[in-house]
Nanobody, 128 residues
């Protein structure tokens, strides 16, 4: 397992933008597939986005396609989630997750059970 630390959450108005980050220590970050999930009060955890080890493959949940962009910088051991055109329904705690094992295709990326490390979460609140 790897320790993940999210940052960048906060309060933003509807239509605005926010970028959250997830950083880890260690020298094996580039081996991990990375994902973002979110959970709103009273709701199940929802897949948001994921990226493979190289950044060459990305996956998105239907509710965020075209608005959110996931990216990674392996030199900085960091994965980003750029969120644009935010809506009140995007309000949730956003969690970063890592999967070390291969493969990392859509079958693994969307499934929270396939990840073996999780961050503590960062709150994103979108006001109407």
């Amino acid at each position: 397992q790897v320790q993940l630390v999210e940052s960048g959450g906060g309060l933003v108005q509807a239509g605005g933008s926010l970028r959250v980050s997830c950083t880890t220590s260690g020298r094996t970050f580039s081996l991990y597939g990375m994902g973002w999930f979110r959970q709103a009060p009273g709701k199940e955890r929802e897949f948001v986005a994921a990226v493979n080890w190289s950044g060459g493959s990305t996956y998105y949940g239907d509710s965020v396609k075209g608005r959110f962009t996931i990216s990674r910088d392996n030199a900085k051991n960091t994965v980003y989630l750029q969120m644009n055109s935010l809506k009140p329904e995007d309000t949730a705690v956003y969690y970063c997750a890592a999967r070390k094992l291969l493969p990392f295709t859509s079958m693994q990326a969307y499934d929270s059970l396939k990840y073996d490390s999780w961050g503590q979460g960062t709150q994103v609140t979108v006001s109407s």
